[in-house]
């Protein structure tokens, strides 16, 4: 089912990994071009034009894009007791992980009167995307809002694909998680079109937002990228994606159902073990033939494992195997060996890192207190995962009194002449005159 790929005796540099490593064939330049006239639509439009492409993507139009209060005040009266502890404790352990993120201002004395000043400021208001399809993902409202929040963005709102099964409104439990955390803008609106309404605003019915977040489908990455600019984004979400670093150690049934629980996103999911040992990529493979079956998304599961973005990749050491995984950069990355927490330490490119048998992907995607908005696609080498820090923009204050003023001038009249700009030192001299 999942085909192999075989690292051993071979010594290659990291771009030479990342060209024989599989990874899911997104054309996201394909999907810019067929979602631009969804853009101008909204640019142009009215919420008319959003109901129409409600009805035209998700089947179903709803009677108004902004969701009414009393709907969101019902979802959370009449949430599943049991879901709501599980939604309020996980809420309670991401506030603390991300409380620590916050970051305190810090003043530098550059010279005796000459300071400059970094302050964290939030930016005003967010979009925050919570998708729809295959699953409801309460834990991603959760995981959008808690940073946003902790960050003191004043302004938050959020939208999520409108359902048949409900009368055009996003999922109950999505409207209820909303609730939980206090948010009460929420729109019924998905896919490139919902990313479209924040970055530009309807008049009378959402103002324009300053930043995006949150994952979605190849038409919400087409998207961020086309909108970049336009509104700030977090990243390009790409399929998810695990990649699980083992030796003869590892469990091969906690191996199987860590590769089974992300191919059940999606059919262009990818699950990629990189082993040291034949005998547990074996194993394996045998519990995921015993495993899929029983499983209630086995054919969606069976899909995107047998598909050319998973694979199993036999390394001939953990040393090979760690090159291997920093140069994949995976969304997700399990250690599973010997030595795992000093194996995890070499790990450079990920989204986040699971270290040891019960710290599974799983537990991060809701209640670990980390964040699952991660990069994906390889973007772990340069980029990271939500965070407070996400919603805050470092600005520099500075201040230098005459003294200080004085003393750096002739430096800064010299540069600005050395690079033809002289107005630069002139807006220097010019003070000098009046003093």
């Known amino acids: 089912m999942v085909r192999t790929v075989d690292f051993r005796g071979r010594s290659l540099t990291k771009a030479q990994y990342r060209d024989e490593l599989p990874r899911a064939s997104l054309d996201v330049t394909e999907a810019m071009t067929l979602i631009a006239p969804i853009l101008h639509r909204v640019a142009t439009g009215s919420e008319s034009d959003l109901l129409d492409l409600c009805q035209e993507f998700d089947g179903i139009k709803p009677t108004s894009i902004r969701v009414p209060q009393e709907l969101i005040d019902n979802a959370l009266e009449n949430l599943d007791p049991h879901v709501r502890t599980a939604l309020e404790l996980s809420i309670a352990r991401i506030r603390i992980v991300h409380e620590s993120q916050r970051r305190d201002e810090t003043e530098t004395v550059v010279v005796e009167g000459g300071t400059v000043t970094e302050r964290w400021i939030p930016v005003d208001r967010v979009g925050l995307y919570v998708p729809g399809g295959r699953a409801v993902y309460s834990s991603s409202v959760i995981m959008n809002v808690v940073p946003a929040q902790i960050a003191e963005v004043k302004s938050i709102a959020v939208a999520s694909p409108p359902q048949r099964d409900f009368n055009g409104m996003p999922h109950p439990t999505i409207l209820a998680t909303c609730a939980l955390l206090g948010i009460s803008e929420v729109y019924a609106i998905g896919g490139a079109q919902a990313i479209a309404l924040f970055a530009y605003g309807m008049e009378d019915l959402c103002e324009s937002v300053d930043m995006v977040t949150g994952p979605g489908n190849i038409y919400v990455a087409a998207a961020k990228r086309a909108l970049r ?205 009046e003093l």
């Not at 998810?240 to 590892?250: M, R």
């Not at 493979?285 to 973005?309: C, D, F, N, V, Y």
């Not at 599973?336 to 995890?344: F, G, I, K, L, N």
């Open 229 to 433: 600019g336009v509104v700030g984004i977090d990243a390009e979400a790409g399929p998810t994606e695990i990649a699980i670093l083992a030796d003869d150690t590892a469990f091969a049934s906690d191996i199987a159902a860590d590769m089974m629980s992300q191919a059940e996103h999606d059919t262009i999911a990818a699950a990629v073990l990189v082993t040291t040992s034949p005998q547990l990529a074996e194993s394996v493979a045998l519990e995921l033939r015993i495993r899929i079956p029983k499983t209630r998304h086995s054919a969606r599961i069976a899909e995107a494992l047998s598909g050319t973005q998973s694979a199993i990749v036999l390394v001939d050491s953990v040393e090979q195997g760690l090159d291997v995984v920093n140069s994949y950069a995976a969304e997700h990355l399990e250690i599973h060996t010997a030595h795992a927490q000093r194996d995890a330490l070499k790990i450079r490119n990920a989204g986040a890192v699971f270290i040891g048998r019960f710290s599974p992907v799983s537990l991060g995607d809701y209640s670990a207190g980390s964040n699952h908005v991660l990069p994906t696609g390889g973007c772990a080498c340069h980029s990271s995962g939500l965070s407070v820090q996400s919603f805050l923009r470092g600005l520099h204050f500075i201040e230098y009194d005459e003294s200080a003023f004085r003393d750096i001038t002739p430096t800064v009249i010299t540069l600005a002449n050395s690079e033809d700009l002289p107005a630069h030192g002139e807006a220097m001299s010019a003070r000098l005159e």
